[in-house]
């Protein structure tokens, strides 16, 4: 089993910044790899960024170049800074991981970004 815990939503302007975490209950070198999906409210929940266990990231187009995932092996975290927030990244924003052919989902932590 695997709890994720995410944290560091919150309330921002358009143009601000936050950085989410998600602290895993056991070591993340055991995850193929760790990721954030969001979803906003009347829309599926879409993959925002993942990174490998070999440190290999993936973004999806509408946060390229503004949002950056990175993982600290030591902590057991993964995080997430988002800059130049802007409306339309508002959701409830989720940590994921793999382990084997498992997924594991934390609780979600609320962005909301105002205009």
């Known amino acids: 089993q695997v709890q994720l815990v995410e944290s560091g939503g919150g309330l921002v302007q358009a143009g601000g910044s936050l950085r989410l975490s998600c602290a895993a209950s056991r070591s993340i070198l055991s995850f193929n790899h760790m990721g954030w999906y969001r979803q906003a409210p009347g829309k599926q929940r879409e993959l925002v960024a993942i990174?490998?266990?070999?440190?290999?990231?993936n973004y999806a187009g509408s946060v390229k170049g503004r949002f950056t995932i990175w993982r600290d092996n030591a902590k057991n975290t993964v995080y997430l800074q988002m800059n130049s927030l802007k409306p339309e990244d508002t959701g409830v924003y989720y940590c994921t991981c793999r382990r084997t052919t498992l997924d594991y989902w934390g609780q979600g932590t609320q962005v909301t970004v105002s205009s």
């Open positions: 990174i490998t266990s070999g440190s290999n990231t």
